[in-house]
């Protein structure tokens, strides 16, 4: 309520009107007048009660400069901030003082995504790539392979996990997860999906170069299963796969375009599928076995549901 109507309710309660009968004159709620009656009593002032509360250390001013520090410099840390930052009456101003002023603006800490790097030749390339098959059809779409390389480690290196635990139980055997150096090894699989089949696994040791994926996958594996369009991961655009692929008469996927390939959301089922064993790997040849079973076990109606989504993808 505003001062003017406090004051007026305590003048119609003076003039001895009912609490309900003011409330309802005012308009407002029965327990308001109540209170606002039971505080003249006891206070002799229709004002809000003074209360204590800790002093501000930064002015409004400081407080949209703050914001448009971290809206310049979305990766800037508050500590650095406040440390920059000399509140009223010169005192420094903590990290937290400038979160709570970020939080005011709906600004939050959160965990970047990680994109890709699209420079302006590859935004180009993707659209025009994504306009000459915007009018492709299903029909069309169900007889490209989409083929691509991933790497399974055997356990999985997650900062987001965490732990329940109590107070001053933080080194308790059952609060310590084990840190293997290079997430206990890993191994590199390559596969191709299309509507209705799917490649065989392949396992790939070493590195693979541009002659590797020519001689190894491109001629013995993709040539022979289908004729139609390909991923662009490092080798493959080496100038010794390109020739080949040309010569093959095979089109090629936009470079640094992962988000526009079905198999990028196989590779994560499949690894969802071997967290969920029981027992999980525990060696290399346990988790090929289990790269093995479990691209086996991938429902078709998974993969063709997600080549299905390539139409919209393109228009998107």
């Not at 390339?125 to 083929?147: I, P, Y």
């Not at 059952?174 to 191709?192: L, P, T």
């Not at 996958?217 to 993709?222: A, K, Y």
């Amino acid at each position: 309520m505003s001062q003017v109507l406090r004051e007026r309710a305590i003048g119609m309660l003076a003039a001895g009107m009912s609490t309900r009968a003011v409330a309802r004159e005012l308009n407002v709620h029965f327990s308001t007048i109540s209170r606002l009656q039971r505080c003249f009593r006891e206070f002799g002032s229709t004002s809000n009660r003074p209360y204590n509360h800790r002093p501000r250390l930064t002015t409004p001013a400081q407080d949209l400069h703050i914001q448009h520090l971290h809206l310049q410099d979305r990766l800037r840390p508050a500590t650095r901030t406040a440390a920059a930052t000399i509140g009223l009456h010169n005192q420094r101003i903590s990290a937290q003082t400038v979160k709570k002023c970020l939080r005011k603006a709906h600004l939050h800490a959160r965990r970047p995504h990680r994109g890709l790097d699209l420079t302006a030749v590859r935004c180009r390339n993707r659209l025009e790539w994504a306009n000459a098959h915007n009018r492709w059809r299903l029909a069309l779409w169900r007889g490209v392979l989409f083929t691509d390389e991933s790497q399974f480690s055997l356990y999985r290196a997650d900062g987001r996990q965490r732990v329940w635990r109590r107070l001053g139980k933080r080194f308790a055997d059952v609060s310590v997860v084990d840190r293997v150096a290079h997430c206990g090894g890993g191994v590199m699989v390559w596969a191709g999906v299309c509507y209705g089949q799917r490649t065989q696994v392949h396992f790939i040791d070493g590195i693979l170069n541009a002659q590797r994926y020519r001689d190894e996958i491109l001629r013995p594996i993709v040539v022979p299963f289908i004729h139609d369009h390909h991923d662009n991961a490092r080798p493959h655009v080496a100038r010794i796969c390109t020739q080949f692929l040309e010569a093959e008469n095979i089109p090629v996927h936009p470079a640094y375009s992962p988000d526009m390939s079905p198999i990028e959301h196989v590779w994560d089922a499949l690894d969802r599928r071997i967290r969920r064993r029981v027992p999980v790997p525990a060696n290399i040849q346990q988790l090929r076995t289990a790269i093995k079973e479990e691209w086996t076990n991938i429902p078709q109606a998974t993969i063709n549901n997600l080549i299905n989504s390539k139409e919209m993808c393109c228009t998107a």
